[in-house]
Nanobody, 116 residues
Framework: QVQLVESGGGLVQAGGSLRLSCAAS?????????VTWYRQAPGKQHELVAS???????NYADSVKGRFTISRDNAKNTVYLQMNSLKPEDTAVYYC?????????WGQGTQVTVSS
């Protein structure tokens, strides 16, 4: 059974930093796995934040480029999202999604709140 556990969310002032973690179990992390961070703010649609594929290629939403960095540690089956220079508009629930072939798994989400 695949499980994803996100952590690292919290309350931070604008300009601050947080690092989110997405720890996976029950899946071979290093083989053909795409990991994506999404976020959803109240009243808004799901938004892709960043993704990383097995080879290390990354992709970012324009709104977070230069501020967020996604990385993965295959030995720990964990993906990280380093978030710097946070803005109030980054406030949302952040979700981790893993896609392996036709299978898709979601984490439970972690709240990030940025105060102005």
């Amino acid at each position: 059974q695949v499980q994803l556990v996100e952590s690292g969310g919290g309350l931070v002032q604008a300009g601050g930093s947080l690092r989110l973690s997405c720890a996976a179990s029950g899946i071979i992390f290093s083989v053909d796995v795409i990991v994506t961070w999404y976020r959803q703010a109240p009243g808004k649609q799901h938004e892709l934040v960043a993704s990383i594929i097995s080879g290390g290629t990354t992709n970012y939403a324009d709104s977070v480029k230069g501020r967020f960095t996604i990385s993965r540690d295959n030995a720990k089956n964990t993906v990280y999202l380093q978030m710097n220079s946070l803005k109030p508009e980054d406030t949302a629930v952040y979700y981790c999604k893993i896609q392996s072939g036709i299978y898709v798994y979601w984490g439970q989400g972690t709240q990030v709140t940025v105060s102005s």
